[in-house]
């Protein structure tokens, strides 16, 4: 147990430094509350109008390959400094978990993660039903479309 008083002791020096923090800060700041201080900031560009209601879906499928990654160099790492010691269960299992890594990854190419430019016109899948290639099934009727705004052509 004295082993890990250090650690104790940092755990209680970090949590009063961060109390301290707080009021100190709230304590001596200025309160000069403004429209302009209140907004939200973003990056520096002033907002024209409010944020669409939901975010699109390649920015979680983007999110989710930032984690994947993050995971494994998370346990990359542990792996790396005892890999003798576990000999060829520590490769298989080092092994399992790269390609359960790796077919996450194709997941979210083949979802189109990393499709950032203009919508491609996909032809129907061969062997799709008639019933389901209705011509009054379309995109209109289907998706709710979200007003981005329009750039008018420079003259």
């Known amino acids: 147990m004295i082993d890990y008083l250090p650690i104790l002791a940092m755990f209680i ?5 961060a109390g301290v923090s707080f009021f100190a800060s709230r304590l001596l700041a200025p309160q000069r509350p403004t429209p302009a201080k209140e907004a939200p900031y973003e990056c520096g560009i002033v907002p024209e109008r409010e944020p669409a209601e939901r975010f699109p879906v390649r920015f979680y499928l983007v999110a989710m390959i930032f984690i994947i990654f993050d995971i494994e160099v998370i346990f990359v790492y542990p792996w790396a400094v005892i890999y003798r010691q576990l000999r060829a ?10 390609v359960a890594v790796f077919v996450s990854f194709v ?7 990393l ?8 032809s129907p899948v061969a062997g799709t039903p008639e019933s389901m290639r209705s011509a009054e099934r379309t995109a209109a009727t289907t998706v709710r479309r979200v007003d981005v705004g329009t750039q008018e052509p420079a003259a």
């Open 13 to 17: 020096l970090a949590g009063i430094f």
């Open 89 to 98: 269960f520590g490769l298989w299992e080092f092994v399992l978990f790269a």
């Open 107 to 113: 997941y979210l190419i083949g979802n189109g993660a």
């Open 115 to 122: 499709d950032w430019g203009p919508l491609r016109r996909m």
